[in-house]
């Protein structure tokens, strides 16, 4: 069966520093991955999407890569602040089907 | 654009009595609807698919009789949670695509806390 894993349930950064996290995923060939944002109580927030074929995709400080044959992508958030404080969560697929997501990340950017 | 709205935003019921969610697609015409649940400290799982004018599509293990999904509009879905029991307790979120937007990715909503006693 399909299975997503996020690196760590929490991970604590300090403030300026690029904060990266880590989606991998087996048994699963997606088209697309994308990330949110999930504040606490809240839906989530499209962040990012990248396609089987697309190696990087950037967006302000926000950079996501995906290597398929890894099977990993990085989401990487550069210069920290602590608003961007907030549970990240990954998912695969998308097009006309729902979305498989991961348990999540929660980041932590201390002052 | 891409605003998602449902309401209501928390309901708390009586075990054995039916809740209607409703979302609604603000500022675009929604050709899909999704329903998602999430548990404390889970991640989201996806419920059923809907198409504007067609029947949901459930995941396994979602009972359709249980969980009445509606869209019958571009902008809005519902789901309807029948004779609810406090297992059924969690947090409802909807998405949306479709229109002029990128469809490739969901927008969701802000979510229904819902609460069985």
């Known amino acids: 069966s399909q299975k997503i894993e996020q690196n760590s349930e929490a991970l604590n950064i300090q403030e300026g520093k690029t904060a990266t996290l880590t989606c991998n995923y087996t048994?699963?060939?997606?088209?697309?991955l994308q990330w949110y944002r999930q504040d606490p109580g809240r839906g989530p927030v499209f962040l990012l999407l990248i396609r089987e074929n697309e190696k990087e995709k950037r967006k302000e400080r926000l950079k996501v890569t995906f290597d398929t044959t890894l099977k990993q992508s990085l989401f990487h958030i550069t210069a920290s602040q602590p608003a961007d404080s907030a549970t990240y969560l990954c998912a695969l697929g998308g097009g006309a089907d729902g979305l498989t997501f991961g348990k999540g990340t929660h980041l932590i950017i201390q002052p | 654009g891409a605003v998602v709205s449902q309401h209501p935003s928390w309901v708390i019921c009586k075990s054995g009595t039916s809740v209607k969610i409703e979302c609604r697609s603000l500022?675009?015409?929604?050709?899909?609807m999704f329903w998602y649940r999430q548990f404390p400290k889970q991640s989201l799982m996806l419920m059923a698919t809907?198409?504007?004018?067609?029947?949901?599509?459930?995941e396994q293990g979602v009972e359709k009789d249980k969980f009445l999904i509606n869209h019958a509009s571009l902008t809005l879905s519902t789901l309807t949670v029948t004779s609810a029991h406090p297992e059924d307790s969690s947090f409802y979120i909807c998405?949306?695509?479709?229109?002029?937007?990128?469809?490739?990715?969901?927008?969701f909503g802000p979510g229904t806390r819902l609460t069985v006693l």
């Open positions: 998405s949306a695509r479709g229109g002029t937007l990128s469809t490739d990715t969901q927008y």
């Open positions: 809907s198409n504007e004018g067609s029947k949901a599509t459930y």
């Open positions: 048994n699963y060939s997606p088209a697309y």
């Open positions: 500022d675009f015409q929604a050709t899909t």
